[in-house]
């Protein structure tokens, strides 16, 4: 019966490990090359009146401390009308703003744009009113829109 038990506990860990479910996340491909998807996400990012407000690249921060890392670039931008609207619903709400998108490649070259879905911020800051609970799905669907064009050649 030990066994049993013992083998269906690591079943069910095996697959809590593989499921995507609930993570929150949003990954889209890029048809471009790294350099090239960031750069469009930049571009595209100002060109729709945001605030670009830094890119970190991670790969070139991991070679000054003399380690490699596959390419992993963050691009962190907002619109600090929308973000103080979302604030004065719940300060919390500053821990996860500005937006970030994640650029990586992996070792099969492949690119993609990673971000936190905007309405799992209603769960983690117990957001109630209608108002910012729509801003959340604007976002959303934004940053999607972005990741997509961004992605494309």
Same mark, same amino acid.
């Given at each position: ?10 079943? #069910? ?99 993609? #744009? ?40």
């Amino acid at each position: 019966m030990r066994k049993l038990l013992f083998i269906g506990l690591i079943g #069910f860990a095996l697959v809590g490990c593989d499921s995507k479910k609930g993570t929150f996340l949003e990954t889209v491909k890029s048809e471009n090359d790294h350099t090239t998807s960031v750069a469009k996400l930049e571009k595209l990012i100002i060109d729709q009146g945001l605030t670009h407000f830094s890119t970190m690249d991670h790969r070139a921060n991991a070679r000054n401390v003399n380690m490699n890392l596959k390419p992993e670039t963050v691009v962190v931008f907002g619109n600090p009308k929308m973000g103080t609207v979302l604030m004065n619903c719940n300060p919390s709400i500053g821990l996860d703003l500005p937006l970030r998108i994640l650029v990586t490649t992996n070792y099969e070259g492949e690119t993609s #744009f990673i971000y936190t879905n905007p309405e799992y911020w209603s769960l983690k800051h117990n957001v109630k009113d209608k108002n910012c609970l729509n801003i959340l799905t604007k976002a959303k669907i934004a940053l999607a829109a972005l990741a997509q064009k961004a992605g494309k050649k």
